[in-house]
């Protein structure tokens, strides 16, 4: 007897390419560990999906836009430079996005960006809402060492053996962004 097709099934699919590069790195998915972590037939994946570039191009464009709500989020209510220093400052320092799945799917994203044309396209997508969501409180050149400030620094906070005290990223941070100390 065959089952009606799940309406949810293509969003199904895409989550389960995250989680597939998440476990198995970008190199080693396939269509068949996606469709077993999917619980979808194999055939699913070229009824949704041209290829594994379209899939792995749809679901890094979803990650990213979900990172950069995430980003985004963080500077609610922020009305000046110095509130913007202390959200940049919060987001390196708090862990919220930079969970260890987050950060797996980041640095495949680098890696595999050099490689492929339209993942480069969603990196500099992404990268270019965080600049623009800066340049409220910055101009552009500032928002962007800011914003290469805040990718390196996330990276250095998450693997280094005794991470910076959060005042001594907000030293930083207000010195990139041409702020008096305090």
């Known amino acids: 007897m065959r089952r009606a097709n799940d309406p949810q099934r293509r969003d199904k699919i895409v989550l389960a390419t995250l989680e597939a590069v998440i476990t198995h790195g970008i190199h080693a998915v396939t269509h068949r560990k996606i469709a077993q972590i999917a619980q979808v037939p194999l055939g699913s994946m070229t009824y949704y999906f041209s290829g594994i570039d379209e899939l792995l191009m749809e679901a890094f464009s979803r990650f990213t836009e979900t990172m950069s709500r995430q980003y985004q989020a963080f500077f609610e209510g922020v009305s000046d430079a110095r509130g913007a220093c202390d959200a940049i400052t919060d987001m390196i320092y708090s862990s919220q996005v930079t969970t260890p799945d ?31 969501t800066l340049e409220q409180w910055f101009e552009p050149v500032t928002a962007r060492a800011l914003d290469a400030f805040l990718e390196g620094m996330t990276l250095h906070f998450v693997t280094d053996k005794t991470p910076l005290r959060r005042e001594d990223i907000l030293v930083m941070v207000e010195r990139i962004a041409g702020l008096p100390q305090k």
Request: proline share 3%; hydrophobic share 40%.
């Open 102 to 132: 987050n950060m797996e799917l980041m640095y495949q994203l680098y890696a595999f960006a050099s490689r492929k044309p339209a993942l480069k396209t969603v990196m500099q997508n992404w990268m270019q809402r965080s600049q623009h």
